[in-house]
């Protein structure tokens, strides 16, 4: 359980979290109902891309009225509000964390989404559901802090149903990340065992899957994590209020690091798609 309470620990000091998104509303006097989950957008997709990247993926995952989704390890629920809302499909969103999973449930309550979202805690290489219960799973940058990818993968390929679609995003090494650099990644925000492109390609196949796409995002996220690292610097004051000045600091240096790794080419990102064969 070392490695799993990392990530666990790792989340629960993340300053992107329900409180913040409660603040936020607060601020912007919208913290009372009614709300719908729009007024949500702006604060809680904890991911790369916003809500232009989860369409994307529901794109790729054939996501419909009639589809069962399945989003793996869905933080906040953000986008799985936003497929609900959108897309009018019913979605289970599974997170291991308990703070995260409880303020996933809160905020899709709060917008009148639970008839539609469901959240489940539990593991991702051990989920709990019948095989063939999805005709799509999605995840956004969370793979990173799982040990056994394959274990994930062959996971997603048991609950999909024959030809279900497979759509993710994760963060992926370059040859020039180093031994060293890819301890203080586990050890900062517990990224484990990072894989290639073409090692996920090959993990995908492993898996079961078949018509696998890969796309190379390190062009258009290293300029997300730039705008991100200003903002982050620029709302200063108000985390430090939340979380005070050592977190802040904290996570200005781990995120100052990152984000080196990234603009030196060493750390880049990728998205892939695969259908259950």
């Known amino acids: 359980m070392g490695r799993v309470r990392d990530v666990v620990d790792f989340y ?6 329900e409180a913040q998104v409660l603040a936020a509303l607060a601020r912007r006097g919208r913290a009372r109902a009614p709300l719908t989950a729009d007024d949500l957008f702006a604060f809680d997709q904890d991911h790369y891309g916003g809500l232009a990247a989860v369409d994307t993926l529901a794109r790729l995952a054939g996501v419909g009225a009639s589809t069962r989704v399945l989003d793996l390890c869905a933080g906040l ?5 936003f497929l609900a809302s959108r897309r009018s499909c019913q979605v289970v969103a ?6 995260r999973a409880a303020g996933t449930a809160r905020l899709t309550a709060m917008v009148g989404l639970q008839h539609r979202v469901r959240v489940v805690r539990g593991d991702a290489t051990r989920l709990p559901f019948r095989g063939g219960r999805f005709d799509a799973c999605l995840s956004q940058e969370a793979l990173l802090h799982i040990d056994d990818k ?5 996971e997603a390929r048991r609950v999909l ?9 994760d963060w992926v090494a370059r040859p020039a990340l180093g031994d060293g650099e890819r301890r203080r990644l586990r050890e900062w925000m517990a990224a484990t065992t990072l894989q290639t492109l073409d090692a996920y390609r090959a993990l995908l196949g492993a898996a079961g899957f078949g018509a696998v796409g890969v796309e190379d995002l390190a062009d258009e996220w290293r300029a997300v994590l730039r705008a991100r690292l200003e903002m982050f ?3 200063r004051e108000d985390t430090v209020a939340r979380l005070g000045e050592a977190r802040y600091a904290e996570y200005d240096q ?4 990152f984000v080196g790794l990234v603009e030196a080419g060493k750390l880049g990102g990728g998205r892939f798609s695969a259908t259950a064969m």
Do not use: C, K, Q, W
Request: aromatic letters at 8%.
């Open 161 to 169: 149903t024959p030809g279900g679609r497979l759509a993710f995003t």
């Open 150 to 154: 394959g274990a994930v993968l062959r």
């Open 12 to 17: 629960d000091r993340h300053p992107i979290s």
């Open 233 to 235: 610097r620029a709302m």
């Open 94 to 99: 599974l997170e291991l964390n308990a703070g």
């Open 254 to 257: 781990l995120y100052a690091f």
């Open 77 to 81: 629920g953000g986008p799985a509000r």
